[in-house]
């Protein structure tokens, strides 16, 4: 396994901060730099979209690319964030969010750089734990596998929003639930509230930091075991969700194939023109999740190599913006 090293600055090149950059969450540099020979330590950020990921510090923005943030400093060390976008994006599929996280991951394992901790933000205003959020939380907890819980903090975010008796169920729930955070939780992984304030954000910085770093299950698959990033815990979670959907679709069509021969069989032209209508949608979808699968199986190239892009460079420091 590569050995840990320190670090003088993170991976990827940096791009020219603009204005649209700014929105995006991209930073530009700064005068001042940090000791040389201080820590950096890299936490990953998990969750939905619109869990409030960008509320807990500075982060790389893996949405398009891998970017450079402003690296900032906490108790002598360096410290960068890397916000990782959710496994529901509304401008990447889920196989093109899973090949850009696999492949900045392995990256920073060749280089050997380690992890020092993973951060998966869920809603504490959500009364319910949907779909999209159990779809994340499953990716989740296989890129990072068994061993990186430890180095795991489950933030319970928004909890100034609701009032304190009902988000006091809501985490026991979370947390008690084989259906939700149970056995990330039995297996090292903590809950820690957050009411998107400095004060509140401090302990849970704190927390990662004071952990020794980590491999996550899907950096020591595909550098050490050379997996092909579908192979992966990871890619057959995926796969199996992306079938799982396909085989929803297949008997979703047959049951309107059955009813438009009925609505022909009546001569109810209106009825028949829009189930086919239907059936066109649905087939359009059901092409589209084939195409996925045969995409992420065909990802086995990209996710042994290493961006070119990914090169170290100088890089600037400030206060996180939680923490100053």
């Given amino acids: 396994m590569p050995r840990p090293k320190t670090v003088k600055s993170p991976a990827p090149t940096p791009q020219p901060s603009t204005p649209s950059d700014q929105r ?18 890299y936490i990953l950020v998990m969750g939905s979209t619109g869990t409030g990921k960008s509320t807990v510090g500075i982060f790389i923005n ?3 690319t891998v970017e450079l943030s ?3 400093e906490h108790k002598s060390q360096r410290i960068v964030m890397v916000d990782t976008p959710g496994f529901d994006d509304t401008i990447k599929s889920d196989v093109d969010v899973l090949t850009t996280i696999a492949n900045y991951l392995a990256h920073l394992y060749r280089e050997g750089i380690q992890i020092r901790g993973i951060v998966y933000m869920h809603r504490i205003t959500d009364n319910r734990m949907g779909g999209t959020a159990l779809r994340n939380f499953r990716m989740f907890e296989a890129i990072c596998g068994q061993s990186a819980r430890r180095n795991a903090i489950i933030v319970l975010n928004m909890w100034d929003q609701v009032k304190k008796d009902v988000a006091e ?4 729930e979370l947390r008690e639930s084989d259906l939700f ?9 903590r809950t820690m509230r957050h009411w998107g304030s400095r004060e509140s954000a401090i302990p849970i910085l704190d927390n990662l930091i004071n952990q020794p770093p980590v491999a996550l299950a899907i950096q020591r698959e595909i550098v050490e075991e050379r997996k092909a990033i579908h ?4 890619g057959l979670t995926l796969l199996g969700d992306l079938a799982a959907k396909e085989a929803k679709h297949d008997e979703e069509l047959g049951r309107i194939r059955e009813e438009r021969e009925e ?26 999740l084939a195409d996925e699968q045969r995409k992420l199986r065909d990802a086995t190239t990209t996710g042994r190599r290493v961006s070119r892009r990914a090169q170290t460079s ?11």
């Fill in 24 to 41: 995006k969450g991209h930073v530009s540099k700064s005068s001042r730099t940090l000791d040389d020979t201080a820590t950096t330590s």
């Fill in 70 to 72: 402003k690296t900032f």
């Fill in 181 to 189: 955070f149970k056995a990330a939780v039995t297996a090292g992984a």
């Fill in 231 to 234: 192979l992966t815990a990871a």
């Fill in 263 to 288: 609505a022909r069989s009546r001569r109810d032209v209106d009825e028949e023109r829009d189930l086919e209508e239907a059936q066109k949608r649905l087939e359009d979808l059901r092409q589209k």
């Fill in 169 to 172: 169920a809501r985490e026991k």
């Fill in 62 to 64: 893996l949405t398009a």
């Fill in 314 to 324: 100088t890089q600037s420091s400030s206060s996180c913006c939680c923490c100053s």
